[in-house]
């Protein structure tokens, strides 16, 4: 299979301390790859390996198919890379960093007079782009740290904690700019604290710990690590037996509980099968005033396995 | 939300990102706050040179323009405030990250900032030099030797390279502004008292030659200018003309001296300032003025090259752990 990131024993020692150890890691091509792990867990540093900043004590890099080297100009070139609270220099204009940073990537004036525009707006900087990026917020900053990353329509983008600093209506709009960018065909490698951001944009996880790989697999396997079902909330307004009934012949249902007008429906699949409850629970008679999932439970994974890892105490 | 178009992915040439980096420095640095009070400074001290003159009624002087070269302090101050956060700021406000992410090498980035530093150094001294030499035209009368003036403007820049290059160096291994700041004055305020202690007490002529092996002032002394030659600018500016220091810090000054003199020679002397009463000059060695240029010259280059290959190579082996 093509990857857009392998590593191999992936290695990489400060002094005595190991930040990364014996990382192997596969990003297959246009997914959303969430990488996840405590501070402290070797993501930046296995991120600034991956991006050419810092050289491997051990084991080999290929992104893009191309073997990474440190200070190999070309082989950034299509790769888009925001680091975690991204700085720039706050001397130059939004715009005019963009305008810097697309000559570095070889676009023309024309590439980067069409370019620029669409991203300042993308990144909802529209108005602001003329103003020194040292007047910028901290949200500001990321939302231009964005904008570059995406400046030169990369083959890959990767984020190193992309939700950091903005606001909740920032967050959302980040995770629908991965989500859209992930459709015109870019591989996003997308560096997490938020396990809700990754569960709702990722399609891949990788979990490490102490610069090692925990779990790494679709979000639905790694989700699926631990026993516990997922279970539906339906609140009807009024719950039949014959509801109940048609409910229970789904053969993904594995129990269900009554509790006043709402129902508690146990299934065995991980895949959404809220649209199919429904279609029974409104066959039987049922009106349905709201239903709900319980969330997919890749924090409980999470802390479970890294608080295995850690001897059973979590951070 | 916009849909974002997909961009050819061109190969850039080396000199089109090259040409990114020297953009993007040249933005900072004549944006920089130093750098616009290292200008006012620069200004200010020209206009001194231009005017005390003036005041004590020296009279018509149509070599004040050709003659005009900056001094040591001012060769400080624009190698410093031009590249003293260079490198080194790039690692203390992060900036480093996305720049070096960038498909752009190391050896891009710093000679892309170096010869940035060139180009403002340049357009700095070029406006300074014009200033001097309108100066020159408004206060002293038509100037003769015009010719000269970029000359001393090229020598200039080579003796402020030098402290680009210290600067530089000290910036990429410290990876701190202020750490390289203050080796740079530590350096330049070392170089001034040792120069000035053994050119006062010193009459040991390899010790006073040594300083010419410096960056710096070097040694001083007195051009002795054939008759001929003599007679066609003097009665003029005599005093300034005649007073040479060999140094790094006055190759644009010797260059105009070599021009108007070629076969003139420097005479080195020692005076015993401990005798009482101070003894009479003695002589310590003599030297032409064309060996002076050359060896100078020589000596900056060589300290320049030092100097940038260590801050290329702690550079280019330094970890971005920012």
């Given amino acids: 299979m093509d990857y857009a990131i392998e590593t191999t024993d992936l290695t990489k020692c400060f002094g005595s301390l190991t930040a990364v150890n014996k990382l192997n890691l596969k990003v297959e091509k246009n997914t959303i790859h969430g990488f996840l792990g405590p501070n402290g867990a070797g993501k930046t540093t296995t991120i600034k390996i991956l991006v050419g900043l810092l050289k491997p004590t051990e084991g080999s890099v290929k992104v893009l198919g191309q073997e990474v080297q440190v200070d190999d100009a070309d082989s950034r070139l299509g790769i888009g890379y925001m680091s975690e609270l991204p700085k720039f220099p706050k001397h130059l204009k939004g715009a005019e960093l963009l305008d810097i940073y697309g000559r570095m990537y070889g676009m023309s004036q024309q590439q980067r007079a069409e370019q620029i525009p669409k991203l300042i707006d993308m990144v909802g900087l529209k108005g602001r782009e003329n103003d020194l990026i040292g007047k910028y917020s901290k949200g500001m900053q990321q939302r231009i740290g964005i904008a570059q990353a995406l400046l030169n329509s990369p083959e890959l983008v990767i984020l190193d904690e992309p939700s950091i600093g903005l606001d909740p209506v920032g967050m959302v709009d980040v995770r629908e700019l991965v989500k859209t960018i992930s459709k015109e065909g870019m591989t996003v490698f997308l560096s997490s604290h938020l396990l809700f951001e990754v569960e709702q944009i990722c399609d891949h996880v990788t979990i490490i710990n102490k610069g090692s790989v925990l779990a790494s697999d679709t979000l639905q396997n790694v989700s699926g690590m631990i026993s516990e079902s997922p279970m539906i909330h339906v609140e009807l307004v009024n719950l039949s037996d014959a509801v109940i009934a048609a409910v229970k012949s789904l053969t993904f249902v594995s129990g269900t509980w009554k509790t006043g007008n709402t129902l508690l429906i146990q299934v065995s699949t991980r895949d959404d099968v809220r649209a199919q409850v429904s279609k029974v629970v409104t066959g039987a008679g049922g009106v349905i005033v709201g239903m709900s999932q319980k969330a997919s439970n890749l924090e409980d994974v999470f802390l479970q396995l890294i608080t295995k890892d850690q001897g059973g105490k979590t951070q | 939300m916009t849909k974002m178009q997909k961009t050819v992915r061109a190969s850039p040439s080396w000199f089109t990102r090259f040409w990114a980096v020297v953009r993007y420095e040249m933005l900072w640095n004549i944006r920089k706050k130093k750098f616009i009070a290292a200008l006012i ?282």
């Fill in chain 2, 41 to 322: 400074i620069a200004f200010v001290l020209a206009t001194v040179d231009l005017a005390v003159p003036a005041f004590l009624n020296v009279g018509q002087n149509p070599y004040f323009a050709a003659t005009f070269s900056g001094g040591s302090f001012t060769f400080f101050l624009f190698g410093i405030v031009t590249a003293m956060n260079s490198i080194s700021g790039e690692y203390e406000s992060g900036t480093i990250v996305p720049l070096l992410a960038k498909p752009v090498s190391r050896t891009m980035v710093f000679f892309g900032k170096l010869f940035a530093t060139f180009i403002v150094i340049l357009v700095s001294y070029i406006v300074i030099f014009s200033y001097s030499t309108i100066g020159g035209l408004l206060v002293y009368g038509p100037q003769n030797s015009l010719y000269l003036v970029p000359l001393a403007l090229v020598g200039d820049i080579i003796s402020t390279f030098i402290w680009v290059a210290v600067v530089l160096a000290a910036g990429c291994i410290s990876k701190s502004s202020l750490l390289a700041l203050l080796t740079a004055l530590g350096l330049f305020i070392s170089l001034f008292l040792g120069v000035s202690v053994v050119a006062a007490f010193s009459g040991n002529a390899g010790v006073v030659g040594g300083l010419n092996y410096l960056p710096g002032a070097g040694a001083s002394g007195t051009m002795n200018v054939t008759a001929g030659q003599s007679a066609t600018i003097a009665n003029v500016t005599v005093n300034t003309l005649t007073s040479v220091s060999s140094g790094t810090d006055s190759i644009g000054a010797n260059m105009v001296k070599a021009v108007l003199f070629p076969n003139a020679s420097v005479l080195f002397t020692h005076t015993n300032v401990l005798s009482n009463p101070i003894g009479p000059p003695t002589l310590l060695y003599t030297e032409s003025i064309s060996l002076i240029i050359l060896r100078a010259i020589g000596v900056a280059f060589l300290y320049i090259a030092v100097f940038l290959l260590i801050a290329w190579y702690a550079f280019k082996r330094s970890q971005i752990l920012e």
